[in-house]
């Protein structure tokens, strides 16, 4: 099982709105809005790190009001 989070910046005004559908996501574990340098971050679970690039890539990265993400990879010790 893979870990990845995803920092995500948005456009201002558009918090909540990108905040509700990325919760709804599949793979997406956990949602939390943010104060700082980033204005979300998700935790993604799946069976590899390239299923959660690919869900960034087609369906965080595309939702209207996204700007940018990071995507770090959980450590498997």
């Known amino acids: ?4 989070y995803v920092l995500i910046n ?3 005004g558009s918090e909540m709105a990108v905040y509700e559908i990325v919760k709804e996501l599949e ?3 956990d949602a ?6 980033y204005d979300l971050i998700v935790k993604m679970n799946a069976e ?3 299923s ?3 869900a ?3 369906n ?10 990071k995507t770090l990879a959980g450590a498997e010790l």
Not at 1 to 4: K, T
Not at 32 to 37: E, I, K, N, S, Y
Not at 60 to 69: A, E, Q
């Open 10 to 12: 948005v456009k201002p």
């Open 1 to 4: 099982m893979a870990v990845g």
């Open 52 to 54: 959660i690039a690919a």
């Open 27 to 29: 793979m997406v574990e």
């Open 60 to 69: 965080v990265r595309s939702i209207d009001g996204v700007l940018d993400t």
């Open 32 to 37: 939390t809005l943010l104060f700082g340098d």
């Open 48 to 50: 590899s790190m390239g």
């Open 56 to 58: 960034v890539v087609e």
